[in-house]
């Protein structure tokens, strides 16, 4: 069963950073656009940012500036660095292929950002 595993979330104050790791299968890995999704407590899943096997990236117009993706092919893993925090990036982030795979998604990684 491919599913990806997400980590690296935590408790940070506003202003704060993290980065956020998920590794995946490496045939699903290098074939796709990796994706950074979250979901706000009572909120809908929506996409974060994306990384294209060419290392084109995108990202949502909340986050751009502050976020950045990478992606290391040889560790079949993508990154998400995350600075600048602010409450309303608070939220489970999962990653997955676009559009997203029901059966891919993984746990999660909890950020919270609070005083």
């Known amino acids: 069963q491919v599913q990806f595993v997400e980590s690296g979330g935590g408790l940070v104050q506003p202003g704060g950073s993290l980065r956020l790791s998920c590794a995946a299968s490496?045939?699903?890995?290098?074939?796709?656009?990796m994706n950074w999704y979250r979901q706000a407590p009572g909120k809908e899943r929506e996409l974060v940012a994306a990384?294209?096997?060419?290392?084109?990236?995108n990202y949502a117009d909340s986050v751009k500036g502050r976020f950045t993706i990478s992606r290391d092919n040889a560790k079949n893993t993508v990154y998400l660095q995350m600075n600048s925090l602010k409450p309303e990036d608070t939220a489970v982030y999962y990653c997955?292929?676009?559009?997203?795979?029901?059966?891919?998604w993984g746990p999660g990684t909890l950020v919270t950002v609070s005083e």
């Open positions: 997955n292929v676009r559009p997203p795979v029901k059966e891919y």
């Open positions: 490496e045939i699903i890995f290098r074939f796709n656009t």
């Open positions: 990384i294209t096997t060419g290392l084109s990236t």
